[in-house]
């Protein structure tokens, strides 16, 4: 039982180039998300979806896109990147109840220069 | 409206002293209240939670925290602070809001612990 995966952890983009993070699960959870973390700010909800094939905007969802062709992966899609896309991605996911556990990936740490 | 305050991005205890970390929140509805740890590198661990039920709530590693509804408030706390404690601590509000979760989290609180 791998819990939630993130794949790559750690990236390096140039300005304007475009690259995927795949998260995967392994819980059978519904939900799942991803969430961008600065310094000072905590984590942000960029994109989230409450079951295969549906997805939701966040908080910060500009210059971002999502997928979920599969239950148990999610896909975060970066199409140009930008300098402010800098961040450490995390993915979760949870059971569809409010008060179920959200259950966090290691993290991904992107920097476009 | 949803929102989440933690007051004091840093704290710094010494080793064997109370921790208290300080979270209040709002929200229109009836929230459910998390407190998350995060050590360097890695993701976010649940420490603890309040759904319903009784307002103490006991986590791992020895922690937990007290929800008050009258203060808004979602405090957590450790009667005696050990080394392995110091990490960063986020605490989050969920909630149904428009027909679906909505959840935020503070901005988080680095515990220093001082030997």
């Known amino acids: 039982n791998a819990g939630v995966t993130q794949t790559p952890k750690f990236r390096v983009l140039k300005t304007g180039q475009s690259m995927t993070l795949l998260c995967a699960q392994d819980?059978?959870?519904?939900?799942m998300y991803w969430y961008r973390q600065d310094p000072g700010m905590g984590l942000r909800l960029i994109h989230y979806?409450?079951?295969?094939?549906?997805?939701a905007k966040g908080e910060v969802p500009d210059g971002y896109n999502v997928s979920r062709l599969k239950k148990q992966n999610f896909l975060l899609g970066l199409e140009s990147a930008a300098p402010s896309q800098t961040s450490v991605y995390f993915c979760?996911?949870?059971?569809?109840?409010?008060?179920?556990?959200?259950?966090f990936g290691p993290g991904t740490r992107l920097t476009v220069l | 409206a949803q929102s989440v305050t933690q007051l004091g991005s840093h704290v710094s205890v010494s080793e064997g002293a109370l921790v208290l970390l300080r979270c209040n929140y709002s929200?229109?509805?009836?929230?459910?209240l998390f407190w998350y740890v995060q050590y360097p590198n890695q993701g976010l661990q649940l420490l603890l939670k309040?759904?319903?039920?009784?307002?103490l709530v006991k986590g791992i590693n020895g922690f937990e925290a007290e929800f008050k509804k009258s203060e808004t408030s979602f405090h957590l706390t450790k009667p005696s602070a050990h080394m392995s404690d110091a990490a960063e601590y986020f605490c989050?509000?969920?909630?149904?809001?428009?027909?679906?979760?909505?959840?935020?989290f503070g901005t988080g609180t680095k515990l220093q612990v001082i030997p």
């Open positions: 309040y759904t319903t039920g009784a307002t």
């Open positions: 979760a996911s949870s059971y569809a109840r409010v008060a179920d556990t959200q259950y």
């Open positions: 929200s229109s509805v009836p929230p459910y």
């Open positions: 989050a509000v969920r909630a149904w809001s428009g027909g679906y979760q909505k959840v935020t």
């Open positions: 979806s409450v079951g295969e094939g549906t997805t």
């Open positions: 819980m059978n959870h519904e939900y």
